[in-house]
């Protein structure tokens, strides 16, 4: 069976890949599949898993919050702020989902801080216009 190789990108890591049989990932439109020899492709990846198979036929897990993802060539890009990848499906499920909850705490902190700014400027402002017509 042919193979491409595939790399594995974000700001920190880099993971070549080499003798992949096939990838199989998700984006808005559904689950789809690559395999040596596809067309050049591009698209965005949803938040979730990947999965590809290398040429033992063993496959290994990607876990990322979006991403992109680019063929050509025989190569196989995929470019995202961070991933982990792991051969236990169960391991890497727990990850990703240690890592949601991480990233919903630390949104619901900015959302708190930026509704206490906006609450904060709003109470300044009703100040400043109660200053402004004493006379």
Known sequence: MKTFALHIQSATQYIPVKNVRSFVGADSSGSFGILAGHARFMTALNYGLARYQVEDNS?????????????????????????????????????????????????????????????EMFRRLWQMGRNEFKV
């Open 59 to 119: 496959w290994r897990y990607l876990a990322f919050p979006g991403g992109i993802l680019y063929f050509l060539n025989n190569h196989l890009y995929i470019s995202s702020r961070r991933f982990l990848c792991d051969t236990d499906y169960q391991r890497i499920s727990a990850g990703l989902l240690a890592q949601l909850l991480a990233e919903e705490t630390e949104l619901k902190k900015i959302k708190d801080s930026l509704c206490q700014l906006e609450q």
